[in-house]
């Protein structure tokens, strides 16, 4: 945002009012959760619950889950303590709703218009609110800050084109961050963008390395392995549209015919997926009609949620999409590391470099053009030990991040209630 605050705030009373239509028109094209509308609009569908309330916020799916780990770290740390976390998007909703432990739930974040802010914060009157990597919504901001709740910024993510967006608007970027009572940036870069605003942060913690390994029913495990019988598996996850072709291409010229399993970002594009692919002249089963892999399937679309962990122990080679797609910048390797599973994917992983780049310097990751994919899956597939070693070494990498939560909670401690 670079207009000036004062323009902002001016400018959202007067459009507040049409914000209903507009959210109604993005239910009707999936965008948003119809029965939850309300929500958007700083109405609650639940009470709040007595005792200190710690507020988390993060835009979509990535921040969310990478946000799971300090959530159940606070309801570790304070037994009063109950958290509120909201997001957006309606797969991060889904996820959460699935995910969260007791005395944490999930709400969608009001829109950045006055008169909802003011709901939603009349409501649930939170103690602190913790964002995660961005989201500078002005109106929401300024009015945590009067009403004197504590605000905190970490895992923050400056990328260089928002840095030079802000550059129009120093005055408006600084008076926003100079509210927050601390700062605590992903990465390196991130410290010296801000640090050109003439903001300091309080040091480095980067969410996306802390987790848990996602997990998985041994007995469906049991099912699908006995169901394979015995075939090498892909698995293509959280892939966007068009990904689903460059790695099913590469995986139909590979000897032994592997087992394609695709488990898409959004799942409600199944439809096309299977269209698509059946196009193409390959046997799709589908996971969410409850369909049995056989010997004549050649893709098997886990159009699902909640299952990666399942599908990642099932694989031989991991496959994470986000890295071929326009404009999505890759997704979490870590998730498959923390099953000892080496990670493909495409080149463009811009919103977990440093993740990327810190497992490539330890060989257990790759990056591949999409010209490159039946290659790098022939590599892989052709040597079980070196995979085996590689899925060896990212587990490791993984395993060794959890400071990262013992030196978020020195940072948050002092800003949570007494």
Request: without cysteine; glycine residues 10%; hydrophobic residues 45%.
């Amino acid at each position: 945002m670079t207009l000036p605050l004062s323009v902002y705030r001016l400018a959202t009373r007067l459009l507040e009012p049409l914000a209903p239509g507009l959210l109604k028109r993005r239910a009707g094209g999936g965008k948003e959760d119809r029965e939850r509308i309300n929500e958007r609009l700083g109405y609650p569908a639940l009470s709040r619950p007595f005792g200190p309330l710690v507020w988390i916020h993060g835009a979509s799916v990535g921040e969310t889950v990478s946000a799971l780990p300090l959530v159940k770290r606070l309801l570790r740390e304070r037994s009063d303590l109950h958290v509120l976390v909201t997001s957006g998007t309606t797969t991060s909703a889904e996820i959460l709703g699935a995910r969260l432990p007791d005395r944490a739930f999930h709400q969608y974040a009001p829109v950045d218009g006055p008169a909802a802010v003011a709901r939603f914060l009349d409501h649930w009157r939170p103690d602190l609110l913790i964002l995660i990597e961005g989201e500078l919504w002005p109106n929401l901001l300024n009015q945590a800050k009067a009403r004197g709740i504590r605000l905190a910024l970490i895992s923050a993510r400056m990328t260089q084109s928002t840095a030079d967006g802000w550059r129009w608007a120093r005055g408006t970027a600084r008076r926003l961050l100079a509210g927050f009572d601390v700062i605590l940036s992903q990465d390196a870069a991130t410290r010296a963008r801000l640090e050109g605003l003439g903001i300091h942060d309080a040091g480095l913690a980067n969410l996306k390395l802390v987790g848990e390994p996602l997990t998985g029913s041994i007995e469906a495990l049991q099912h699908l392995k006995n169901a394979v019988a015995g075939r090498r598996v892909v698995v293509s996850a959280s892939t966007h549209p068009g990904e689903e072709v460059i790695v099913d291409q590469a995986v139909t010229g590979l000897p032994g015919r592997p087992l394609h399993l695709i488990a898409p970002r959004h799942p409600a594009r199944g439809d096309s997926i299977e269209a698509e692919r059946s196009l193409a002249g390959r046997v799709v089963t589908r996971r969410s009609r409850g369909e049995a892999i056989t010997d004549q399937t050649d893709v098997y679309l886990a159009d699902t949620l909640g299952e990666l962990g399942l599908f990642f122990r099932l694989g031989d080679v991991i496959v994470m999409g986000g890295g071929w797609a326009e404009g999505v910048n890759g997704h979490n390797p870590l998730e498959p590391a923390r099953l000892g599973q080496a990670v493909l994917s495409g080149p463009s992983v811009a919103n977990w470099e440093s993740v990327y780049s810190a497992l490539s310097a330890i060989e257990a990751v790759r990056l591949a053009e999409a010209a490159d994919v039946a290659e790098a899956l022939a590599d892989r597939l052709g040597d079980p030990e070196g995979t085996a070693e590689m899925g060896a070494r990212a587990r490791r990498f993984a395993d060794g991040q959890d400071a990262v939560l013992d030196d978020l909670w020195t940072h948050l401690k002092p800003l949570v209630p007494q």
